[in-house]
């Protein structure tokens, strides 16, 4: 099983940037679809963003499409989540989670990560 530790988190100003990272353990960090996902105060946990094993599908949430790009790096076993444009309700704290996938270097998933890190804040003032 996959462990994943996220950093990056922290204080922005509405339109401004931060750069979430995912550093995963083990060996078969390329079976892996990764995704990050955002949790704010009193809401259920959503979907931001993935990617393919293969680091060239990607698939974002509309709430962040043309804002945030994610981007993976299977030879340092990492995933990293750019945020431009933040907004004050992109406040939340990130997840990273990975799903492991046998067949497809293309599948992407937005549901039935099998491993999540411990998550980081962000937090955007206007």
């Known amino acids: 099983q996959v462990q994943l530790v996220e950093s990056g988190g922290g204080l922005a100003q509405a339109g401004g940037s931060l750069r979430l990272s995912c550093a995963a353990s083990?060996?078969?960090?390329?079976?892996?679809?990764m995704g990050w996902f955002r949790q704010a105060p009193g809401k259920e946990r959503e979907f931001v963003a993935t990617?393919?094993?293969?680091?060239?599908?990607?698939d974002y949430a509309d709430s962040v499409k043309g804002r945030f790009t994610i981007s993976r790096d299977n030879a340092k076993n990492t995933v990293a989540l750019q945020m431009n444009s933040l907004k004050p309700e992109d406040t939340a704290v990130y997840y990273c989670?990975?799903?492991?996938?046998?067949?497809?270097?293309?599948?992407?998933?937005?549901?039935?990560?099998?491993?999540w890190g411990q998550g980081t804040q962000v937090t955007v003032s206007s």
């Open positions: 989670a990975a799903r492991l996938e046998f067949y497809n270097d293309n599948k992407l998933s937005r549901n039935q990560y099998d491993a």
């Open positions: 083990g060996r078969t960090f390329s079976s892996y679809i």
């Open positions: 990617i393919s094993r293969n680091g060239i599908y990607r």
